[in-house]
């Protein structure tokens, strides 16, 4: 059983950064597929982008590409998203998943098993 737990989000002005942690324990972190994904109240929840377990490989979704980086510390079971030039239109709560080792990491919400709190991000113009 994987427990995510993310951290870092607040309140920052238009152009500023956040970097949003989210700590794993439990299961094989080492062998999930990490996403983050973003849901603002009047909307269904958003793919940013993930990193494969196996190759390492991120994709990001294109409102957030050059922008956003996601990275891994699996010595420390952590994913980390680094959020910088940061919108208004970025506002959401964030949260981490993770699925069950697939060999494929997708964009798709329902494909991730765990799922962290969410931690809020508000971007203030």
């Known amino acids: 059983q994987v427990q995510l737990v993310e951290s870092g989000g607040g309140l920052v002005q238009a152009g500023g950064s956040l970097r949003l942690s989210c700590a794993a324990s439990?299961?094989?972190?080492?062998?999930?597929?990490m996403a983050w994904f973003r849901q603002d109240p009047d909307k269904e929840r958003e793919f940013v982008g993930f990193?494969?377990?196996?190759?390492?490989?991120?994709h990001y979704a294109n409102s957030v590409e050059g922008r956003f980086t996601i990275s891994r510390d699996n010595a420390k079971n952590t994913v980390y998203l680094q959020m910088d030039n940061l919108k208004p239109e970025d506002t959401a709560v964030y949260y981490c998943a993770a699925d069950k080792g697939s060999p494929f990491a997708t964009t798709d919400a329902v494909d991730y098993y765990y799922w962290g709190q969410g931690t809020q991000v508000t971007v203030s113009a």
């Open positions: 990193i494969r377990w196996s190759s390492g490989h991120i």
């Open positions: 439990g299961g094989t972190f080492g062998r999930s597929n």
